[in-house]
């Protein structure tokens, strides 16, 4: 029987070693050893000459660089769950394939979120700076150092999907009450196993919590979907935590309400420039307001190769000629 040609994989970042070498072994992968994001000369030239390109969100793969595309470019597995830096549509009309890896990131970045959310509330950053940093420490007093109690408070989840679900599961065994804003409903069985509170007006809900997460993908319709206007509803003793994208919250907007005492704080795991960081954040993090992480949510050893499994999956499923599991849509 004739041997089916192995795909050219190109891939654009450093993987797991484990999925490296699997990837090897099955496709004829073209690994970037730099480690750092392609140049946009070398993505054009990846696109052209690759049958599947593994991107990740660091690289953007907009209609411009899509139409650069060779003949054999047939998919775009990317190696992450968000494909706002992938132009889907553009690809799928050059009859280009895209998939990701939603779920396996869902548990990890649903702790992050608690993390983030104790981190602010607690005040664990700046605590956790006091000894390493040699900041004077007089031992225990009994009004140093205070933050509040998540326990009986309200959280206002932003998009109520695997991941905003998830968060809803663990702030509940926190004790905190679940409202949550989505483009639909969930089944009444969810509703009921998280106690929760749906509210079709996103207005109203931040009106009304203590804690905000976002927890909705980027898209057009969610761009600045927390915008100034919005971020002026919320009671300036409530915080906001986002692990999803930066894009989401009008975060020139989400500065000024910090600086300005309008909101109490802000835990940060994704930037609306990524990489670069408004600086006015970072004195507000200095200052103790807000805490600031380089996009970890989903960074586990565990979800990290989950991913690249995942990955392969879809390359393997449509390389064979059946539609990958993990197809994207407009
Ligand atoms: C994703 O997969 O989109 C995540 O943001 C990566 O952490």
């Known amino acids: 029987m ?35 994001p392609m140049s946009r000369e070398a993505l054009t030239e990846a696109v052209g ?24 470019l047939r998919l775009i597995a990317n190696f992450g769950t968000g494909v706002d830096h992938i132009d889907v ?40 700076r006091v000894i390493p940093d040699d900041v004077e420490w007089a031992g225990w007093s009994p009004t140093w150092m205070l933050g509040h109690r998540i326990t009986g408070k309200r959280l206002g989840i932003v998009g109520m999907g695997r991941i905003g679900t998830a968060v809803a599961r663990r702030a509940k065994a926190f004790g905190l009450s679940i409202h949550y804003h989505n483009r639909r409903r969930v089944a009444p069985s969810l509703e009921e196993e998280l106690d929760s509170t749906y509210w079709d007006s996103l207005d109203q809900m931040l009106a009304r919590m203590d804690i905000v997460s976002v927890n909705c993908p980027h898209t057009p319709a969610t761009y600045h979907l927390l915008s100034a206007r919005h971020l002026k509803l919320m009671k300036p003793e409530a915080i906001i935590v986002n692990t999803a994208r930066g894009e989401i919250i ?81």
């Open 49 to 72: 000459q690759a049958d599947v390109l593994v991107p990740t969100l660091t690289d953007t793969i907009d209609a411009a660089l899509i139409e650069k595309a060779g003949p054999a």
């Open 250 to 330: 009008d975060e020139g907007a989400m500065v000024r309400q910090i600086e300005q005492g309008a909101l109490a704080g802000a835990g940060l795991d994704v930037f609306e420039h990524e990489p670069a960081v408004n600086p006015r954040l970072v004195k507000l993090a200095r200052a103790g307001k807000v805490v600031l992480l380089p996009h970890m949510g989903s960074a586990t050893v565990e979800g990290r190769i989950d991913m690249g499994e995942k990955v392969i999956v879809n390359i393997r499923t449509f390389h064979d000629g059946h539609r990958p599991p993990d197809r994207v849509l407009p």
């Open 2 to 36: 004739p041997q089916r040609k192995k795909p050219h994989v190109v891939v654009t970042r450093r993987l797991p070693g484990a999925i490296e070498t699997r990837m090897r072994e099955l496709f004829d992968t073209r690994l970037n050893i730099d480690d750092a």
């Open 89 to 128: 549509e553009a690809a799928l009309a050059r009859g280009i394939t895209v998939t990701n890896t939603p779920g396996v990131l869902t548990e990890d970045t649903a702790d992050m979120t608690m993390a983030l959310i104790l981190a602010v509330a607690r005040r664990i950053a700046e605590g956790a």
